[in-house]
């Protein structure tokens, strides 16, 4: 977390197709994190499928942390 140093808020508003012609649509609070150089780090939102993908996220990270440490 060292690497965060700044943040920003905004609202997304993102759709479902259902694939039956039904869309539905929502919104969203997220946080996006950047470092020093501006760079973005990740997002992170409330809504269940940004939760979801956040799990994804870190579950990828976890798995890529553990096959570098496995080369070294």
Do not use: P
């Amino acid at each position: 977390m060292s690497d965060i140093a700044f943040s920003n808020e905004k609202i997304e508003e993102f759709y479902k197709d259902y694939g039956d012609g039904n869309v539905s649509s929502s919104w969203d609070k997220v946080t996006i994190f950047y470092n020093k150089q501006g760079e973005k780090l990740f997002k992170f939102g409330l809504a269940y499928d940004n939760v979801q993908l956040l799990v994804r996220d870190v579950k990828n990270t976890q798995r890529s942390i553990s096959n570098q440490k496995k080369k070294n």
